[in-house]
């Protein structure tokens, strides 16, 4: 977003890229002489509100939609080029973070012939996401277009903004561009379209999220999966609670399982419940821990972020090391894998924790046991979770989802949950077995399906079973036989 200040009483509308004016209608703003010393005391504003945007230019603040810039139209403008930087407008503008916004005046020459001030709101400081970008974008999207008086055509990506005489510039600056900021930020969070954010390296790069899971589809036991749910929504709920003990608003979960048991779909279902944005953090492709620190405190809060197979990340560069050994000399293969466990943890509860607020952090792994107990202690991970082999209640919410079976009799459950009770099947593999061929349902058919198919399996990990306990049988028969030879000679 701009704001452009010049010296007249009309105002200018122009793209970005052109210089290209326009007059439009004053908009009545309350006047006031001067703003503040970083922006420009002795300037008399005149007043005039107007819009540029991706289709609309209008005569106020209220029937602003999304804009490419804003204009303030300044009376005496004789100036000098300064940049006046984020925490200087924060004081006397809006309570935003540092990073939300900065105002440039055009370059020395230009500014000289040139009455413009020029208030940027871009889309992206550094590598932190202008939260001001995207409250002021919701605000004037939530305009609609049919309130402007006039139209035009053009738009500038990653530029928002509004058209005003200079006059307004106080009420613009101290009032209008809070109002906005806040209204945008309510309506943004209300119509946020959830993203999903992933590293490559330092970076993150944005997706949109449109997983479709959600708990009510989610197979586990229902109480237990109640719990969670109960959990989720006390932490959202708790900002006082936090404040009050003196802990960072965070909460670590932990889940745990085989593959395919949900671990994924869960960290999903979490997402859709909160409305949050997901950082699927990929530590292996994260340099160091400065990398690490930097990927971490540029994210949103309201937000949960990911650490999948934390048991393969971490510790295990080992593994790395050895793979890339092979292919990079010995000082380079130590850069890449310097992201170590005490630097996680450090971002977990020190320094990160202090900064973040309202995030949650999940870790997935197949294996608990291989995790460093540091890891997942509590209070760093708040709660675990294990997600297990296919339960006769997770099945019933399975055959609900895939076969409309909503009511839980049917003559073939009792079958399925006897072979249930002793078989070992993860809820992908039974879902897989439940799904429709060509989205047709044949309950009976799916169901015998998935009674052959437990079967099978059943027979399988029998066998598997009994095979194992013969071979631990035979080893402590036969150290058996060694000890009692050795007793005897003795
Ligand atoms: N508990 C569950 N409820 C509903 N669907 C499930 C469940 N578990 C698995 N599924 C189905 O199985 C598929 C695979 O599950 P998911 O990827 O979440 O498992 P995972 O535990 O994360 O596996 P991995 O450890 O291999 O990443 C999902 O797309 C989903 O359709």
Known sequence: MKLL????DSVLVRPSSSFEEKLLLPYPLSMERGVSSVLRPSVC???LIGLLSCGAVSTGPEDAIETTLVFLVDEDWT???????????????????????SIRLSDHFTSFFSPYVEINFPELQGLQFNQAYSAINAYLVSKGI????????????????????????SV????????????????HTKNKKMKLFSNEQSIWRINDFEHPASFQTFAMDPEKKQE??????????????YKKIGKAWKRGYLLYGSPGTGKSTMIAAMANLLNYCIYDLELTSVHNNLD??????????????????????????GNRIQKDNLRMNEEQSKEVNSVTLSGLLNFIDGIWSACGQERIIVFTTNHLQKL??????????????????????????????????CDDHHPLFEKIKTLLEGTMITPADLAETLMARNQIIDVDGSLNSLIQTLERMNNYQRRQHYEHKEKQDRKKHKKYNIFGSLCSKS
């Open 79 to 101: 100036s000098t080029s300064y940049y006046v930087t984020i925490p200087q407008l924060y004081d006397f503008v809006v309570k935003a973070p540092p990073t939300h916004l």
């Open 45 to 47: 504003f005149s007043f």
């Open 5 to 8: 200040v010049r010296s007249s």
């Open 292 to 317: 690490l620190k930097k990927l971490l405190t540029t994210t949103f809060s309201r937000s949960i972020i990911v650490i999948e197979d934390i048991d393969c990340s971490v510790n295990l560069t």
């Open 372 to 405: 460093d107990p540091a890891l997942i202690r509590r209070g760093r991970m708040d709660m675990r979770i294990e997600l297990s082999y296919c339960t006769y209640e997770a099945f019933k919410v399975l055959a609900k989802n895939y076969l409309d079976l």
């Open 228 to 241: 969670i749910i109960d959990d989720l929504i006390a932490f959202i709920n708790g900002k006082e609670y």
């Open 172 to 187: 613009i600056t101290t009032s209008y561009i809070q109002y906005v900021v806040e209204e945008g930020t309510l309506l």
């Open 146 to 169: 049919d309130k402007a008086n006039r139209l035009r055509a053009s738009q500038v990506r990653d530029t928002k903004g509004l058209v005003l005489k200079t006059r307004a510039r």
